[in-house]
Structure formats: structure tokens, C-alpha cells
């Protein structure tokens, strides 16, 4: 069927509600909306479901919710015979009471969609494990691995705008599903033509059954020892100082809860929080967009950090697996007065409070002997190389791979498994970051109790963040990274960033001053370096992303997102000072983007 034939099915087939049909027939005169709501299905990929929330096939809402559910009973009732098979003797259901952790965000509809979630796998005799209100994604991932359960669910958006939800999926080691994984259950997603077929019971059936549990502080308690438990220097005194001034946003979201408990506990005294933004609000109301990349999202907190002279600002997005760092640093002005203080604050990108992260975690280990051997950290193809500099200064080894935690994750385990090696640190430059083993995503609990805690340790010795990182700088070299978004939406969008790959595939732009070394198709899996005029295979699975390495190690990259409609370039440039390697940042940059806007012409660049 074409939209227009799916529109009319979904307008007259008796299974969609009332409701759900007077929204359809309120977009009956613009076919521009009936087009892009039904050119085809929301796609389930290896970030899950994500897209707006309305009614239609390529929307969220309770029926693709449900269809993507139906899809997901049908792979893990196929895993069920799988283990039946490997091991005898095994009741059948006995897998499926294994059960499927579900916690969900406060967007629009989350707790609808989450419940309809759980009682689709409940219908399918399949035991959910519900949490009892909104939890951040990072407790749900431990959450699986604490209840040895087959899978988990998180309906979430992440940092994207009010409007949109999302459905993500976790295998029971934890981590997000893998390509593998989510291609099996997108099979059976597809093979659901029909939604009347898709089971459903009530609630109170599902609870009767013993189906369906509701979960919550006791999964709390044990997260929050968990995350406790990774604290560094905290647990000896005179170590830290506990009267660092912190402010905190959670920009209406999950982490409030959390991160307010975890440094409270961690003896941390002089603690703000912005009071505005702690309600969970699906609308967050306060801020434009509520992802802490975002410097404007730091509005408020900064108003609160200047009035209480904090050192660091803490903010996490609404899903609390993300978190952005603000640092006092010098001011800009020559005449400081009450309106214009003697110092501001910087908001580091992602792969600066990696670097900052990463050599206070591997330094204060090896001080405390506790680093141990064959150690190993993980970044993804498009994060600071100065990590891997950093890393290697400690002894301890670099593995990259493709953008996404699922596969920061995935890698960790795969090494520990078969190299019996120790996971340190994983992280990437769009501030996710994670250490410990107990959690198998991004985690901003975990980073907002570490962060403080070298703050801390830094402000005893009478330094601020700032000034660890420019020290940083100046032992292991000046690395300048920044991340452009061209947002291209609907199928004309998809158009434009498949175009835009194909030209760069075809033909480089040439930089001035910048001699190419090679470039990596990670879709075909090739490496071809210009200088050998060799080509050598990737390790790395095959994914639409484009990166270009020059004869200095800087690079820029090219890859169209899985999860929002936009390409995204990222570009790294190192150099002796700063300076330089801005310079030649900026320059590859401009470059760059004037290439894209004679492609594609008036674009939104963020």
C-alpha cells in the first residue's frame, strides 16, 4: 500500500480507536502530513524506535508501540526454543519468566506506552518487571543485570525535543542490542501485518497472573550502593574537599532523584540545585531543548552558579544517561564589578571531560595501586585520539568502535570475555561516559559522582577543572574537536544525506595546508591510505560513516544519525598549541560545510 491507501486503512479498519481516528481525519486536507506519517514504518533499528508521538505508521504511539512489542515476544519466545534446545530438560516458559525490565522517562506518553509494553509481553506469558514511576535509563540497564532477567525496555527520547518518544531495547547482558540481535527482531516486527493479531491483556490479569511486578526503591537502594561502591577518593578523608560548591540541573528529567541521593551520601555539603528545573515536566518548559550539549540549557544554572560562586555545574538530559559539565574558569572581562564577576564558566565538550575523567580514573588508581594489569578503555570512531595518548602513558590499551554505547559496551564485554582483560573506562564525545561493570550503558549517575569527586580532589590542591585540562593540554598536546548537525527531515532529507554521502564517497574536498592520508568507508569495511595506495579491512561492523585522517592524525567524519533526522560531521585537529589547531579546525571546517550547503543550499546547522 501506498501512504494514501494506509491512511484510508487506518481511517475505516475498526481496530484503531475513535480517538485515534478524529486525529487522522484532522490532517484529512494536508497531504504533505498523510505522507510522512505513512510513507513507511517507524523504524526499529539498533537504537530502537524514535520519532515523534502522533498517530500513523512512522510515528510513536500505542499501536506501533504494540506492534514493536509483538515483534520482540516473537524473537524471545524463538530465544526460548533456542535455550530449550541447548539444554534439556528446561520447561518451556521457564525462560520467559526470566522476565523483561521495563522504567520509562517523563515524556509525553511514556508511562502509556510503558504499560502497554508490559502487558503485550504479559499476553505472550512472557514476565515483565515494571518500574514503579520514571527511572534514568542506567538503572534500568543494572536493573536487567540485577534480576538476571532476558531483555529490557526504556521508553525514552533521550535529549531529543518535546514532541518525539522512543522505545529501546537491552539484551540480558545489559547493553543495548547489537546489530545482530535487533536485525533478527526487526524480522519479526516486519512479519506483523495485521494489528488485530497482536496480544494484549488487562493489568489486573497481568498482576493476578504474577505476569507483571511492580518494581522500585528496592532496585533503587541496590544501584545507588553499586554506584557508591566506584568512588575513588571519598572513602578516605582529607582526600577531598566535601565543601566544593556544586550546582546541579536535571532540566526536568530522571536524574534529580539519583544524583541528589548519591553526592548527598557522598558527603557533599554545599549542594544547589535548580529549583526550576527539578519537576519532571514533559514539555521542559524552561528550556528551548533540553540537551545539555546545548549551552543554552545552562542558562539557569549558571544564574544559580554565579550568585553561589560554585565551582562546577553538573546537568544531565531528560533520561539521565547523558551529562554536560560547566567549569569556572578566569573571566573574559578586564573590569570585573557585581554584574561582571571576576570569573565565568566554560562548558566543556564531551571529549574534554572524557580526557579530564579518564586520566583522574586512571592516575588516582595508579597511585592507589589499584590499576589493574591488561587494562583497556573504549572510544568510539569520532571521539578525542587524546584519550588513546593519555590511555597509553598509563599502560593501559585503547580499543575504538562504532558511535553508540551499545557498541562501546558490547566491545567491553567481548574483550573481557575472550582477552580476559580489565574494563576501565568507555566513553564517547556526544557526554556519555561510563566506568564499572554493573551498568552496560552510558551512565550519568555514576559520572556526576566521579566528576564531583575530582573536582573536589583538584579544589583541595587549590586547582579548578579549568586548569587540570589546560595542564593536560600542555603535556599530551592540544586537541580541538567540534560536532556540526544539518538537520534534513522526511523522506526529501533522507534523499539529501544519502547524496551527500555518495558525493563525498566519490570525491574529497581538498584542504589547504592538509595532506590526506587515508580514508575509511566503515560501509564497505576499507581503509585506503593514499600514501601506500594499499586498502586493508576494518574491524569494525559496517556502518554509513565516512572518516578522513590526515598525514598529522587530525580527522573529520562524516555519518548520517540512526536515531534524529540529520547528518552529523565531526571534526579533530592536534597541534603543538592551541591556537594552531584551531586554526586548522576552522579551516577544514568552513570547507567542509560550504560543500554541504552547495549540495543541499539553506540548511539548519546546530
Given at each position: 500500500m501506498d501512504y494514501l491507501e494506509k491512511y484510508k486503512f487506518w481511517l475505516e479498519n475498526e481496530y484503531f480507536s475513535e480517538e485515534a481516528k478524529a486525529e487522522l481525519r484532522a490532517i484529512a486536507a494536508d497531504e504533505e502530513e498523510i505522507k510522512d506519517r505513512f510513507y513507511k514504518e517507524l523504524e526499529f533499528g539498533t537504537g530502537g524506535l524514535r520519532g515523534k508521538i502522533a498517530i500513523g505508521t512512522n510515528r510513536m504511539n500505542i499501536y506501533t508501540v504494540s506492534r514493536v512489542t509483538q515483534g520482540l515476544a516473537n524473537y524471545?519466545?524463538?530465544?526460548?526454543?533456542?535455550?530449550?534446545?541447548?539444554?534439556?530438560?528446561i520447561p518451556p516458559l521457564e525462560y520467559l519468566q526470566k522476565g523483561v525490565v521495563i522504567a520509562y522517562d517523563c515524556r509525553h506518553q511514556s508511562r502509556e506506552f510503558a504499560e502497554t509494553t508490559a502487558l503485550v509481553l504479559a499476553a505472550n506469558h512472557i514476565k515483565v518487571y515494571l518500574f514503579s514511576d520514571i527511572r534514568p535509563t542506567p538503572e534500568l540497564s543494572f536493573a536487567v543485570i540485577h534480576l538476571k532477567a532476558i531483555a529490557g525496555i526504556v521508553i525514552t527520547a533521550s535529549h531529543n525535543p518535546p514532541e518525539y518518544n522512543g522505545y529501546k531495547v537491552y539484551g540480558p547482558d545489559g547493553g543495548q542490542v547489537i546489530p545482530e540481535i535487533a536485525n533478527r527482531i526487526t524480522a519479526h516486527i516486519n512479519r506483523i501485518t495485521d494489528y488485530s493479531l497482536i496480544q494484549?491483556?488487562?493489568?489486573?490479569?497481568?498482576?493476578q497472573q504474577g505476569l507483571l511486578k511492580i518494581i522500585g526503591e528496592e532496585v533503587d537502594s541496590q544501584y545507588l550502593k553499586k554506584v557508591q561502591g566506584l568512588a575513588i577518593r571519598s572513602h578516605f578523608p582529607g582526600e577531598i574537599d566535601p565543601s566544593i560548591k556544586i550546582v546541579y540541573t536535571p532540566l526536568h528529567g530522571a536524574g534529580y532523584q539519583p544524583i541528589s541521593t548519591i553526592l548527598k551520601q557522598q558527603g557533599f555539603t554545599h549542594l544547589y540545585?535548580?529549583?526550576?528545573?527539578?519537576?519532571?515536566?514533559?514539555?521542559?518548559?524552561?528550556?528551548?531543548?533540553?540537551?545539555?550539549?546545548?549551552?543554552a540549557a545552562f542558562k539557569l544554572a549558571i544564574q544559580l552558579a554565579q550568585k553561589v560562586?560554585?565551582?562546577?555545574?553538573?546537568?544531565?538530559d531528560p533520561d539521565a544517561d547523558r551529562l554536560a559539565l560547566a567549569v569556572k574558569s578566569p573571566s573574559s572581562s578586564n573590569s570585573p564589578s557585581t554584574s561582571n564577576p571576576p570569573f565565568s564558566y566554560?562548558?566543556?565538550?564531551?571529549?574534554q571531560v572524557g580526557v579530564l575523567l579518564l586520566h583522574y580514573i586512571l592516575s588516582s588508581k595508579q597511585e592507589k595501586q589499584q590499576l589493574p594489569p591488561n587494562s583497556f578503555i573504549v572510544k568510539t570512531v569520532v571521539t578525542s585520539d587524546m584519550s588513546r595518548v593519555i590511555a597509553a602513558d598509563f599502560g593501559v590499551e585503547t580499543y575504538e568502535t562504532l558511535t553508540g554505547f551499545k557498541f562501546i559496551c558490547n566491545k567491553a564485554i567481548?574483550?573481557?570475555?575472550?582477552?580476559?582483560?580489565?574494563?576501565?573506562?568507555?566513553?564517547?564525545e556526544s557526554i556519555g561516559y561510563l566506568t564499572g561493570t554493573f551498568v552496560r550503558d552510558k551512565d550519568a549517575i555514576i559520572s556526576a559522582?566521579?566528576?564531583?569527586?575530582?573536582?573536589?580532589?583538584?579544589?583541595?590542591?587549590?586547582?579548578?577543572?579549568?586548569?587540570?585540562?589546560?595542564?593536560?593540554?600542555?603535556?599530551?598536546?592540544?586537541?580541538?574537536?567540534?560536532?556540526?548537525?544539518?538537520?534534513?527531515?522526511?523522506?526529501?532529507?533522507?534523499?539529501?544525506?544519502?547524496?551527500?554521502?555518495?558525493?563525498?564517497?566519490?570525491?574529497l574536498p581538498p584542504i589547504p595546508g592538509m595532506e590526506i592520508l587515508r580514508y575509511e568507508d566503515i560501509l564497505t569495511g576499507t581503509s585506503y591510505n593514499l600514501k601506500t595506495q594499499q586498502t586493508k579491512s576494518l574491524d569494525l561492523p559496517s556502518s554509513n560513516v565516512l572518516k578522513i585522517v590526515f598525514t598529522d592524525g587530525s580527522w573529520y567524519c562524516l555519518r548520517p544519525s540512526g536515531t534524529e533526522p540529520k547528518i552529523k560531521f565531526y571534526f579533530s585537529f592536534s597541534a603543538p598549541t592551541q591556537k594552531e589547531a584551531q586554526q586548522k579546525l576552522n579551516l577544514t571546517k568552513s570547507i567542509i560545510l560550504k560543500k554541504i550547503d552547495s549540495l543541499i543550499g539553506e540548511t539548519e546547522k546546530i
Open positions: 524471545l519466545i524463538e530465544k526460548a526454543q533456542e535455550e530449550i534446545r541447548k539444554e534439556e530438560n494484549k491483556i488487562e493489568r489486573p490479569t497481568a498482576l540545585f535548580v529549583k526550576e528545573q527539578i519537576p519532571p515536566d514533559p514539555e521542559f518548559s524552561t528550556v528551548e531543548s533540553p540537551n545539555p550539549e546545548n549551552p560562586e560554585a565551582e562546577i555545574i553538573l546537568a544531565t566554560t562548558i566543556l565538550n564531551g571529549n567481548q574483550v573481557e570475555e575472550k582477552e580476559k582483560k580489565n574494563f576501565l573506562f568507555g566513553y564517547e559522582l566521579l566528576i564531583s569527586e575530582m573536582a573536589a580532589y583538584y579544589f583541595r590542591q587549590k586547582k579548578n577543572l579549568f586548569q587540570v585540562l589546560q595542564e593536560l593540554y600542555q603535556k599530551y598536546g592540544y586537541y580541538q574537536e567540534e560536532g556540526h548537525s544539518v538537520y534534513l527531515e522526511g523522506m526529501e532529507g533522507e534523499q539529501k544525506m544519502a547524496q551527500i554521502m555518495e558525493t563525498f564517497r566519490k570525491e
